[in-house]
């Protein structure tokens, strides 16, 4: 069983946080993800509340207890919580959210209106959330979209109000990443580099309203194709403190509105973190296997 974890109190050790996103999408990745904890190395997932499946989500993780289950904020790509009329900035004709993720977010951080149709529409995924009975143990992103500042700043502000304690940190050390994949060196440092001053103002904003966070995360860089090698290749080079290992399962692909792209490897992300070797070699490593 995995032990619960909110941060590395002992920087020389080691701890991992597994995590499915985009739980509720579809039955298949509620399958992925039910399987995965019980067989596997999946310690945690990210419930989509507004999504087609989410009753059958919230019927499983009731009899998965030692899972972790944190809010996939979805604010792009997805289906809202209020109705199209009270968010019209957000979504489009079809009534799903935009995909158009620099265009909203410069009009989050600049257009007052925008900023206050966001709020109330995280306010009502974090209620909904909340009425399935199941405890907030952190909070994330669809597509990371919650590192944006002024979303950081409506989570702070509503921290103590809902019980949020824990906030995903999407920030891939580059070092690490690179040693454990050899592949994509220039990217990689890249992205690191350019994230630096946003990744460091929203951990100071977030230690500052006493909201906790993973130190790292994999898995950026391997979107939709985290498979055995990938998965092993990370527990290998995983750095001191608490690192999150996120992905996206499924026991097969499905079409429809909601469906994962077609070049995401979702059952070979399912048969990785369901693989009882992976088990193994953490165990060996002396790797704490937790969740937030």
Known sequence: MAKKLYHSTNQKRRALIVTADDFGLAVPVNEAVEIAHRQGILTSASLMVTAPAVEDAVRRVKEMPELGIGLHLTLMDGLPALPASQIPDLVGNDGRFLIKPVQTGIRLFFEKRVKQQVEAEMRAQI??????????????????????????????????????????????????????????????????????????????????????????????????????????????????????????????????????????????????????????????????????
């Open 127 to 292: 209620e909904r959330f909340l009425e399935t009975g199941l405890t907030l143990t952190h909070l994330d992103g669809h597509h990371h979209f919650h590192q944006h500042p002024t979303i950081i700043g409506l989570l702070v502000s509503m921290a103590s109000e809902y019980g949020i304690r824990t906030v995903r940190f999407p920030q891939e050390p580059w070092w690490p990443s690179w040693r454990a994949q050899r592949e994509k060196p220039l990217q990689r440092f890249l992205a690191w580099l350019l994230s630096v001053p946003r990744f460091t103002r929203m951990r100071h904003r977030l230690g500052k309203a006493g909201i906790q966070c993973n130190d790292f995360m994999f898995g950026l860089h391997e979107s939709g194709r985290m498979n055995l090698d990938r998965v092993q290749r990370f527990i290998q080079h995983l750095p001191p403190g608490l690192t999150e290992l996120y992905c996206h399962p499924g026991t097969k692909q499905w079409q429809g509105d909601d469906a994962l792209p077609e070049d995401y490897l979702c059952v070979e992300e399912f048969l990785a973190i369901s693989d009882p070797e992976l088990k193994e070699l953490i165990e060996q490593l002396g790797i704490d296997l937790t969740s937030f």
